[in-house]
């Protein structure tokens, strides 16, 4: 087998820290600072500095806004999506936040292998159905859909969040992808207990 | 029959640009200053400025820079990208664009309509193969459909533009889908001659 | 790129005008002088005089009568379904009859690229959802589907009208794909205003 | 269970012998005499003559013509397209013709349920991968399909009769399917030994 | 083409009867009695003593019990399932026991070409859409799923036991593809009148 | 969230281990000595004993074996196949099976999100792919496979063990999935340091 230490963050080069734009540095260190350690995407967006800046914006009006949509079941939406699209980075990655988020070592990975037996409540198996179809079936998206989430308890508001996150990592799923991102091996045990 | 005139622009509300973030505004302006009109999809996003501007910005980061994919490259990536995902907006908006961008007024129906069989280059070919294979087979894209690329002389660069742009017209396209958004009657006949 | 102009009709010989059958010359030159030019479907049966008398017997039969499915009806069923089955030739060539019939610019471009979001009346949705899975799912085809068309006013004689189009032009757009059936340039901007 | 002999031939009214345009009577007698009963297609068409006759008309420009294909590698081809969409009627009675064509009282069983796996020639085999790719896939038939056939000495003629079989039977499937046709009793025992 | 009478049991080599171990040479010598001829896929698997055993075991367990879903619906499963996975010599093999078991020489061509029109009763059309649901979409099936079927009556052990023979034979039709196990020819005619 | 430890073992009745069959508690005795916990498909199957002992010799058939795929290679067959068919049970259990058995912490998470992107060697890239298409397209399974196969120095009987295993266990994910069986905690983190 490949050494897992050796291999290489994405098929794209990564500049070093020095040769990185002044605020993508200072983003970088800081998630390190707080994380202990540098997630990969970081690394491979650095590459392409316009394109890392509009990426990070884009996931922190989506990610760290206040919302009816709680920072756990927007990182169950990332995995649970990841998973049918089969991005490795994702789902290893965002079940590590998800573990965290919501405080549950078992649930991310009850959701990447198959949600509609995971420990979730009613009202968020509706958010996942709703979730998984905007990636796949997006043309097909209609009232009774919205219904389901309005029975729920979902605004129109919160519809939006649900449908541009999983529309958001649908993008980040094909980035990693084809760019080879590798998941950093810290995520593959944070959250477990 | 709907009467077009009076179909709303989305589902959801459109501020007026009156009450719009200066910034966002004054891109709005300057779009209608150029087309001769304000195309939906800034009507619609403006209804979350954050969401707005990171999406310009990322939009802008892969459609205006320089490339070696020609800028009617990359609206063929769009059309043929969003026919297969049965994104209205998309094909109708960047259909004209494409016709404009390619002087050629039939180019966009081909595509739209079956790219194999559309008055394309050997090497628009491949690369509509390559940018149709990320949005739908991201997991499997390997070796092959690169070396496939390179010998049409795409660089590593310009096979990350081609995925990149195939991956975020893939978010545009949820995004104008779950949100109903309409094309604006301009785009149907714009390029036709 | 080709050349438009210089591109054949099809992958098989077209006969001259003087080397057909009487009555299939009599019939071209009756749509010619009718549309000012010879829609290519034309030239590439009349290859097959056998083929070409019984597709437009059975064209006829169908699309001539009188039905409680109008004729713009008709082509809406044409083009949804050719657009699912990337049919280039009927998606254009049907495209501009249906813009005629319609008469409406917007309704082709709406249908092809997503007919849930096009200007249709609700009994034109129930109409194409049932054109829709006659060829994709004919073996599923049950008494609730044809419920819910006779809610909406079709009589069991217009759904077969409806199927029988949808599975008629199944079989031309299959003809269509395999002899690279070229649509002629006239249709793509016929009936645009 | 329903008992088999009072099943209906079809959804749509059957009319008597009588009742039916003389050429339409006559062709139904010619093939009673021949098989010694009428196959239920016959009937349930006659509801509708027009369509009757051009059916009937196409069928025959295909399957009675001289070809390079034989009459039982017709039949293959009606057989294993219509296993694949699961059309009962053409499955048990073009299984029967099948099976006398070729004088083999296994190779319609075989076709329906796995053409892989049938006791055909390498050239059927290549037919039939054809045959099977003109309704799954036509849009994307092409040079190396073709290049495949002549090399197992199909002509270009012979191309066009194997996807216009395949074409005819497409649609013929879809007519069955949403007829509800019933297939003939006499069906399933002609031929096996 | 290859004459069937020569044409091999599977891919894998078949051990003489003396090789055998005494259990399974008594199994099937004691079939061959009962039958008048050898199924190939004992000889078939005969070849792997240890899963010969374990095959035969979980095949008894699920098909020689007692249980409320009688031994020809049981046989309805396996056929309907089989011919869902092209598994040509369940399909043949099976189709003739079903016809046995079920008295009816019609029964096995109607439900493995289509089984939502074979002349079968309501409560074994829902116990066939289950017994197609479990090999094809198991992560989906779910409390609805169960209530129909004891609407008709099955019971919760009743529901295991179609879900186990849908199951079980999932995994004998791959075996059966992936060794080539040719069906007998007794297998074609069986039960036919 | 439904508190985990309160959740049951399946959808299903689980016997006393008194009330278990002697040779059934015997064996359940020993896998909780050797494990610390009784893995919950144990539990499930003592329901129906005949099918826990058919299911058991199976198993031990296939997995216990010494053969040239080794053991840690069997398990990456499970857990890659097990992902494909969203099998929470088998994901999670035997991804911790191969966790051990492979000394690799990271490998179970990679192969379950996409075996293409794993750490493995390209011998095992070419057993994965094979083993996905014995559940997914068996009926397609050719001689290009086993020659793909053998290359990388697999047997014929290898070949058997490949594609036994990945039969085998679409058989068990389908037991998991409509029982609702649930993975015991302890996999869950069992072989991750």
Redesign the interface.
């Known amino acids: 087998?490949?050494q897992?230490s050796q291999?290489p963050v994405s098929?794209?080069p990564v500049p070093s820290l020095d040769a990185m734009p002044e605020d993508i540095r200072v983003r970088i260190l800081k998630v390190q600072e707080k994380s202990g350690f540098i997630p990969n995407v970081f690394l491979m967006l650095a590459y392409?500095p316009?394109?890392f800046?509009?990426?990070m914006?884009?996931h922190?009006?989506?990610m760290d806004?206040e919302s009816g949509v709680t920072k756990a079941e927007r990182e169950m939406i990332v995995v649970a999506t990841?998973?049918a699209?089969?991005?490795?980075y994702s789902?290893?990655a965002h079940?590590a936040i998800l573990r965290i988020r919501a405080k549950?070592?078992?649930?991310a990975?009850?959701i990447?292998?198959?949600y509609?037996?995971?420990?979730?409540?009613p009202r968020q198996r509706v958010m996942l159905d709703f979730a998984m179809k905007?990636?796949q079936q997006?043309?097909?998206?209609?009232e009774a859909d919205r219904a389901a989430l309005r029975e729920h308890g979902f605004s129109?508001d919160n519809?939006?969040d649900i449908?541009?996150i999983?529309?958001?990592f649908?993008?980040?799923?094909?980035?990693a992808?084809?760019?080879?991102l590798?998941a950093n091996?810290e995520f593959?045990?944070l959250g477990?207990?």
């Not at 699209?85 to 490795?88: P, S, T």
């Not at 509609?116 to 409540?121: N, Y």
């Not at 649908?170 to 980035?175: E, Q």
């Open positions: 087998m490949t897992a291999a098929r794209y392409r316009d394109e800046r509009a990426f914006a884009y922190d009006a989506l806004k990841s998973a699209n089969q991005c490795q789902v290893i079940g549950n070592p078992l649930i990975d009850q990447a292998s198959n509609h037996k995971a420990d979730i409540a905007v990636p997006a043309q097909e998206v209609d129109e519809i939006w449908a541009a999983a529309s958001f649908g993008m980040s799923k094909r980035l992808n084809f760019t080879n590798r091996e593959y045990t477990r207990n």
